[in-house]
């Protein structure tokens, strides 16, 4: 199954993208077709999981991550589904062979 979501430009969002299921939210219009594939990733992580478990789980990994590094930013970039569409973002392919719940390996 093909992701595209629903691009909806925010400007006043504080980040350059983020996958609310099933809208990509944008900064600015003309968003690099990177940044597109990583927040298509979130959307096939959200689906695989479900809505409400994907968010718990996001909260909670952020949560634990923080108390480890005692950073926002670092939190943030070790939480597995970033840690999954950062290491593929660049490979626009990528979700056609994806496996199933393939950000498991970077718990």
Sequence with gaps: ???KGFL???PSLRV????LFPFILLKRKGPSRYLLNHERIHLKQQLE??????????LVEYL?????FRN?????????????AYAHERDLGYLRRRRFWAWWKYL
């Design 1 to 3: 199954m093909r992701i």
């Design 8 to 10: 909806l430009t925010v």
């Design 16 to 19: 350059d993208g983020m996958a």
């Design 49 to 58: 999981l479900g809505l409400v478990i994907f968010y718990v789980w996001y």
């Design 64 to 68: 634990i991550r923080f108390v480890q």
């Design 72 to 84: 926002h930013y670092l939190a943030y970039l070790h939480i597995s589904f970033e840690k999954e």
